[in-house]
C-alpha cells in the first residue's frame, strides 16, 4: 500500500475522528498540513492501522 496525499485528504475529509487527529498532531509537533497527513497515515493507515480499510476503498 502507498501513501497517496488526495486519498489520505478525502479520508480526513469523511472521518470526523482523524480530521480532529490531524488538527492535534499539526499543533503538537507544530507540521505542515503535508507533514502531519503522512504522519497520520503512518500511524493510524499503514500496516494494519485502524483506518487501513477505509484508505484501500478509496
Keep these: 500500500m502507498q501513501y497517496t496525499k488526495s486519498k489520505m485528504e478525502k479520508l480526513v475529509k469523511n472521518s470526523p475522528e482523524l480530521s480532529a487527529r490531524l488538527k ?32 484501500q476503498e478509496l
Design 24 to 55: 492535534q498532531v499539526m499543533k503538537e509537533l507544530d507540521l505542515e498540513k503535508s507533514y502531519a497527513l503522512k504522519a497520520l497515515y503512518h500511524s493510524e493507515v499503514k500496516d494494519g492501522g485502524l483506518h487501513q480499510r477505509d484508505y
